[in-house]
């Protein structure tokens, strides 16, 4: 209105009239609709990502994900017929979970290369959760297995909700090695029957597996094993010389021919057999508390293990693309592909390192890719049921250990046992305990994790504590290791390497009584601080005490090089205030030029050090 002309632009009451006239309105409240948006698109990046896709889509774009899609599909038929297999499940189970789930995977998660769907490692873990729990095969099996991508999945849904993924990197790189190794292994025992044509007997102990297979090895089924051989020649030459071929699906489908060509199911040769007429079956996954509780440890082995699994491709494509992705997005987003999997009635899925190598090859920018290669695995369902139901199984056996053969590695170990023997322990007790206790290797992962733990607590235990002398480029070092001097008959300096926690509080307080013992002389301490980057209470009540302890004894406590973190702990406590007129000195030639003269002595100019000697 002329009265107010700003009435039709503000939520409220019209100002004053000398507010209007000198230009001193109050500022608009936000309309209502504003802050809808401004909160969706807070929550959208994690709710909704993949409506990020359409900033990157063009035509280029498009072209390559639709290609890249095409690609990975070649490969997943096969090997989600194979993998399907390892987990003790039949093969369209494997198909099942290579559909939704990996759509549901590339919709939430935040890697446009990653792959979701089933792998190697995740179908050995689902068949050795379920060994002791029912009959590989069955209908007990499959629901066992449905279960168990529930569990995992709300377990994974959950940590990424609370941005736990951090807490992947408590399983050192040793003990994963270790892990994937001795499952490697155990994926080639079990694989080896298949591949001869020798009934399977499923997971089983390590070593009662290779006897049981040295004792039918003169029952094996001929056709199988040429077959089976054929493909490892096929898939190693392929990978040799024509790397950028779909070496899988040429292997698969050329033998396919070749064993139908010459009646290898009718000499008893083993296919996959009719796939069900339903190619999608929903159903809500029924869960018994007795089963759950049995499943529970298992499940959070394979939610940490495939999310580390798959972290590894996300890293890679990362590192090569310069993308961004979120780790507990990517938490998300595998947790909810195995929900998906658990109501299509399938079995636990994670991302594929081979499968996202393919779309990370052939220039995927977008996750549309994974969902393009979901729908051409659908219409391959639909489309040509009848060969893929006369696949042999010791070829997908095949697919299966040329895929494992390539994480069989001893270097990391190795190198582990160079850079750390604590590191090199925990990697081959990890090892060790994952052949020994198979088909439960959830137990040895779980051996090597909390020994890598406890290997790390003792360490912290046990941190450098070193007393200080001038060394002759001008630096202050460790007088024992080198030799030298120290700074003064009447004041020690000790540096103390670690932060000052419960843990070590202990030996930090024995090393400085081990100190004042052995020189008598002693008038004051000099407390090099720069290795402490964090005090807890335990701390602060060591050095109150042995501040209270020096000073009865007539000699100074001092501290150089105390980071912002440490003093804000000692201030907060009062502790501050007793230590503060020489706890403030940032370096050790700062301290000696002050204390110098409390001791009686002249300050000496510190020594120049000498270009890059120190």
């Not at 079990?190 to 040295?214: I, K, M, N, W, Y």
């Not at 996300?314 to 979120?326: E, F, I």
């Not at 046990?462 to 002759?472: E, F, I, Q, W």
Request: aromatic letters at 6%; hydrophobic letters at 50%; charged letters at 15%.
């Amino acid at each position: 209105s002329p009265a107010c002309p700003q009435r039709a632009t503000l939520a409220g009451p019209c100002p004053p009239a000398g507010q209007r006239l000198n230009g001193t309105l109050p500022p608009m409240p936000p309309a209502p609709t504003l802050l809808i948006r401004q909160f969706l698109n807070q929550i959208q990046p994690r709710l909704l990502p993949f409506l990020g896709w359409r900033r990157q889509l063009d035509a280029a774009t498009l072209r390559k994900d639709l290609l890249a899609g095409l690609t990975v599909a070649l490969v997943a038929v096969p090997q989600a017929l194979a993998y399907a297999q390892l987990a003790g499940l039949p093969a369209y189970v494997g198909l099942y979970a290579s559909l939704l789930p990996s759509i549901v995977g590339a919709l939430w998660g935040s890697s446009a290369q990653l792959n979701t769907g089933p792998v190697a490692l995740t179908s050995l873990l689902t068949a050795s959760a379920l060994s002791s729990l029912a009959l590989p095969g069955s209908d007990t099996w499959l629901l066992l297995a449905v279960q168990l991508a529930l569990l995992a999945g709300v377990l994974q849904v959950a940590f990424g909700a609370l941005r736990l993924a951090h807490f992947a990197d408590l399983l050192s790189h040793p003990v994963l090695h270790g892990f994937i190794n001795a499952c490697s292994l155990l994926i080639c025992v079990a694989q080896l029957p298949t591949l001869l044509g020798l009934p399977s007997a499923g997971q089983r102990p390590f070593f009662e597996a290779v006897v049981d297979l040295a004792r039918g090895l003169p029952d094996i089924h001929l056709p199988s094993a040429a077959l089976g051989t054929a493909a490892i020649a096929l898939l190693v030459a392929q990978r040799r010389f024509l790397p950028r071929w779909p070496g899988v699906l040429i292997a698969v489908v050329g033998l396919g021919a070749a064993a139908w060509l010459t009646g290898f199911e009718a000499d008893g040769g083993r296919v996959v057999g009719a796939l069900p007429e339903q190619i999608l079956a929903f159903a809500l996954p029924r869960a018994d508390w007795g089963q759950t509780t049995d499943l529970l440890p298992s499940a959070f082995v394979l939610a940490l293990v495939s999310f580390i699994e798959a972290m590894s491709s996300c890293k890679l494509a990362s590192a090569r693309t310069g993308q961004r992705w979120d780790g507990n997005q990517e938490l998300i987003g595998q947790g909810l592909a195995k929900l998906t999997a658990a109501f299509c009635q399938a079995y636990p899925v994670s991302g594929s390192f081979g499968r996202s190598a393919f779309l990370l090859g052939a220039g995927a920018r977008t996750g549309l890719a994974s969902v393009v290669g979901a729908a051409v695995v659908l219409i391959a369902l639909l489309a040509i049921p009848g060969p893929i139901a006369h696949i042999p199984r010791p070829v997908l056996a095949a697919v299966i250990l040329v895929t494992v053969a390539s994480l069989l590695s001893l270097r990391p170990l190795r190198d582990a046992w160079r850079s750390s023997r604590d590191d090199g322990l925990a990697g081959t007790v990890c090892f060790i305990a994952t052949l020994a206790f198979a088909p439960h290797v959830e137990i040895g992962i779980l051996a090597g994790l909390l020994l890598s733990l406890a290997l790390l607590i003792y360490r912290s235990m046990k941190p450098r504590v070193a007393l200080l002398g001038r060394h002759p480029d001008g630096t202050w070092r460790d007088a024992e290791r080198f030799g030298l001097a120290p700074a003064h008959p009447q004041l020690s300096i000790l540096r103390f390497d670690g932060p000052l926690h419960f843990v070590n509080a202990a030996t930090f307080e024995d090393a400085v009584l081990a100190t004042c013992r052995d020189h008598p002389r002693l008038k004051a301490l000099l407390l090099s601080c720069a290795g402490i980057n964090a005090i807890d209470a335990s701390g602060v009540d060591t050095l109150r005490r042995i501040e209270r302890q020096l000073a009865a004894d007539g000699r100074l406590l001092a501290c150089c090089g105390l980071k912002k973190q440490a003093i804000d702990v000692l201030e907060r406590t009062g502790l501050w205030s007793v230590l503060a007129p020489h706890a403030a000195y940032r370096t050790e030639d700062d301290a000696v030029q002050h204390l110098m003269p409390i001791l009686g002595g002249t300050p000496a100019p510190a020594a120049v050090r000498r270009g890059l000697e120190w």
